[in-house]
Structures are given as C-alpha cells and as structure tokens.
C-alpha cells in the first residue's frame, strides 16, 4: 500500500527488479518474454512505419490515453478489456493493434522517450551548459511524474519487450550525450559522468515517483544528485 507523505517498507524482491531494470536500461541483456514460464507467446510493439488512416490514429490515442489513465488508476492490475471500454474501441481493434499488455506498455515507453528526446534537444538550447543538463533532467522526471505504466516499466515490475525501442532510446542517448559532454568541456560537471549514467539516475527518481507518490521528494533527490554532480 502507499501512503502519501509515509515512507513504505519496499519488498526486497522489488529491489532485485529494480537493479535488474537499471542494468538492463544501461546495456545489459534485455529479457526475452519467450523464456518466461508466466508467457509463454513472445510478442512485440507493432512497428508498421506506414501512416494510420485518420480513424486508425484517433482510435491509438485513444487506446494510448486510456491506457495511461488506467494504469494510474489501477497499476499493473488494469485489464485490456477495461482499456479497450474506456477508450470506447472494440477489444478487438486493441489486440490487433497491442497482441499483448506487455506490447501496450511498451508503446507507451517509446512514446515517452521520444518525448524526453525533444525536451533535451530544447535543453541544448539553453545558454548554461550545466543549467542545461539540470533543466533537462527536471523537465523529464515533470513528464513522468504521474505516468505510473512509465514507472512501473523502469522498475520492471510488470514485464515488457524492449524491441522497437532500441532506435528511440539511441536517439534520446545521442542528445543526453551531448549535454553531458558540453558541461564537462565548461568545467561544470564531472569528468566521470557519463550517458549510461543518465539512465541509472531517471531509474532511482523514477522509483521515488512510484514509492513516495503524492509527496515532491523525487523533486529532493534529484536536487541531491544534481549536487554531486558538479565539478
């Protein structure tokens, strides 16, 4: 249970996901759904590039919108079938589209890292190269504050293909890197700091979001880990 403002005692099995996902997020082996005993069938997010009819788009925003409500609503535990009544779609237009819960997590993962690709692309902007990584970093935990399928997905609490990420999460790498890059060179940042680092990070609040929510304490930890990284 979580109690706002209350410090909740996290489940040592929690943590386990927790570093397993931060590794996994940083390189490591992504997990195959297809050697899971709780699933056996492998599926992924649909990757057709090709445009949606205007009928097709309005139908996956929809699908997409309810989806986050829910899983804010209800965690883990909301059902394709209750997303497919609130989005007002037939449940079988939601399986064509998302064969899996898994699939549907994972396309609201890669929206939201085409989204923090665009924010630290604005970042780069900002005149400060150290203000421009700590506007960066607050700007992303804002975007997720109260995306609980983004949260649960960084903590690998329910599980999901990363597949068809792996292109958005390179683009978002290569911005986050120039960043960090530019506010070594002014002296401003860490020699040590590095990109893989970056993920490891947005992880951590991302939990604090989870666990603490309710309160601003990611707001805190982010400030303290903003701190320790100046040069």
């Not at 890669?110 to 970093?137: H, K, N, V």
């Not at 060179?185 to 590095?194: C, T």
Request: charged share 30%.
């Amino acid at each position: 249970m979580r109690l706002s403002g209350t410090v909740v005692p996290v489940p040592i099995e929690t943590l386990r996901n927790l570093d397993s996902a931060c590794q996994r997020i940083n390189g490591g082996r992504i997990p195959d759904i297809a050697d899971s005993e709780r699933s056996p069938l492998r599926t992924s997010v649909t990757t057709d590039i090709r445009p949606l009819r205007a009928d097709a788009r309005r139908n996956l925003e929809r699908i997409l919108a309810s989806a986050r409500a829910l899983f804010a609503e209800r965690g883990p535990g909301a059902q394709m079938e209750d997303i497919a009544a609130h989005a007002g779609v037939g449940i079988g237009t939601l399986y064509r589209r998302f064969p899996t819960k898994e699939a549907l997590v994972t396309e609201l993962v890669r929206e939201r890292f085409q989204e923090f690709a665009g924010i630290a692309a604005e970042c780069e902007d900002i005149e400060g190269p150290y203000d421009a990584l700590a506007t960066m970093m607050r700007r992303h935990g804002e975007a997720v504050e109260h995306d609980i399928a983004f949260q649960l997905a960084m903590m690998q609490l329910n599980e999901f293909e990363w597949q068809g990420i792996e292109d958005d999460k390179a683009a978002l790498n290569a911005v986050v890197s120039r960043i960090i890059e530019r506010a070594q060179a002014a002296g401003e940042v860490r020699d040590d700091l590095k990109v893989e680092d970056y993920g490891m990070v947005m992880c951590g609040i991302t939990a604090t979001m989870h666990f603490m929510s309710g309160t601003h304490e990611w707001r805190r930890h982010l400030d303290l880990i903003l701190a320790g990284l100046r040069a």
